[in-house]
Structure formats: structure tokens, C-alpha cells
């Protein structure tokens, strides 16, 4: 499924559901000790499928703990994100050298709670949200930004090394022409960033381009900086 909204050079894995006995890391079993089962299971899985993406790299696998800021920590020289929900783990990575930053994210493909969307969006974004409702009626519109937004905010922050919130990205989407194989819907958006964009190694971030797919219940986005 993720494979159809990323680029060449981004290696990814996906489960849509939990393998039993996944072997963690001492380190990421010290991390994840106390949780509960469903928590557990998530952890667990996404973390398998970030190393079989590795394997697909050709790199060995490692522990991938989290850090402060709840992101893994990547091994020197690779990028990328994970995501999960419920029936849906995934990872994606790629090589720094030819990818400066991956941001992924799954949601389920219904509406948001009361009240969520007012609090995760622009009015512009709400306007487009009305606007467009039925358009493409296979995918929730107010889902999918909420899902984009996480995406562009998990690409952002390694770049800059800076939360970003909710405000702070004014984002339109687009679906594609034609479903895909399946029947599954895919679109672009695009992240105009309304907050100074400077990067760590000097450079700005502007915009942020980005894929989604809706397809099985699930809403996935993807963002990758080149």
C-alpha cells in the first residue's frame, strides 16, 4: 500500500497485523517494559517492519529506541519514519546521502471527532474541507489533513530540529485522475509552512510535497525531502 505514494530510493514495509514473538533490542525492551499489550504490540511491530525496510537497504538491523521527542533513532547515515493504527504498522526509509528527511503517517480512513478538526486546522483548510466534501468521496477529507499534517511535521522536525504545530502548515490536497489497482485513491498535497524555515545545515524549508493513498479503511501520507 505505502509503496505506491513513495519514491525511488525510499525502501518501506508495511503489516496489517502483529507477527507474534517480534524480537526486540535490550534497549527497546527497557523502553517498552511497563507498557500494555496493545502498546507493546505496536511498538514492537512497526520496529520489525523499520528493519526489514533496513534489510531492503542492505543495512544490518539495530535497536531503534525512541528519543526524547518520541522519534527513533535512526542509525548514522539512514532516515525515515514510522507509523501505526489500529490493523496498519509501517516504516520507511532511505539513505541520507539521497533523501534529507521522510515523514510518514496512517490513519483510519473516517471521520475525526467532535471538535478535533477546529482544533488541528486553518480556517482556509476548513473552507477546502467544505468545499470539496464529495469530491472524492472515498477518502474523509478532515482524516486525511490531520494526516498530513502529522507526515509534515515528522519530516519537518529532523530538518530543523523544531516543533511544528498544527497552524503552522497550510496544506491543499489533490486527488489523482484515476484509482489505482485495487481501487485505491491517491492524491498530492503540498505544506506551505507559515513559520520561518530554517533548516540546521542553513537552508529553508518552505513548502513540503507530499503523496496519500486511501485504500482498506486506512489513510496514509507520506513526505519526502530531496
Not at 518501506?12 to 507474534?20: I, K, R
Not at 534489510?55 to 529506541?65: D, H
Not at 509501517?90 to 534529507?100: C, K, P
Not at 498535497?189 to 486511501?214: M, N
Request: net charge negative.
Amino acid at each position: 500500500m505505502i509503496d505506491a505514494i513513495l519514491p525511488g530510493g525510499v525502501e518501506a514495509a508495511e503489516l496489517f497485523a502483529d507477527p507474534p514473538d517480534v524480537t526486540l533490542f535490550p534497549e527497546e525492551e527497557q523502553q517498552i517494559s511497563r507498557a500494555v499489550a496493545r502498546r507493546r504490540a505496536e511498538y514492537a511491530s512497526v520496529r520489525h517492519c523499520a528493519r526489514t525496510a533496513m534489510g531492503r537497504l542492505g543495512v544490518e538491523p539495530v535497536a531503534l529506541p525512541k528519543e526524547d521527542k518520541g522519534a527513533p533513532r535512526w542509525p548514522r547515515g539512514i532516515v525515515g519514519s514510522m507509523t501505526h493504527t489500529s490493523g496498519y504498522r509501517a516504516a520507511a526509509l532511505g539513505f541520507a546521502l539521497q533523501v534529507r528527511s521522510v515523514g510518514i503517517d496512517a490513519e483510519q480512513n473516517g471521520p475525526l471527532p467532535d471538535g478535533v478538526l477546529a482544533s488541528v486546522s486553518l480556517p482556509a483548510e476548513r473552507d477546502r474541507i467544505e468545499r470539496d466534501s464529495g469530491t472524492v468521496p472515498q477518502v474523509r477529507l478532515d482524516r486525511l489533513l490531520f494526516s498530513a499534517k502529522e507526515a509534515t511535521y515528522k519530516a519537518w522536525y529532523p530538518l530543523t530540529r523544531r516543533w511544528l504545530g498544527f497552524e503552522d502548515a497550510d496544506i491543499t490536497v489533490a486527488a489523482d485522475a484515476q484509482a489505482v489497482e485495487g481501487g485505491a485513491v491517491t492524491g498530492t498535497f503540498r505544506s506551505r509552512i507559515l513559520v520561518p524555515g530554517h533548516t540546521v545545515d542553513g537552508g529553508r524549508l518552505d513548502t513540503l510535497d507530499g503523496r496519500w493513498i486511501a485504500a482498506d479503511g486506512l489513510v496514509v501520507t507520506a513526505v519526502v525531502v530531496v
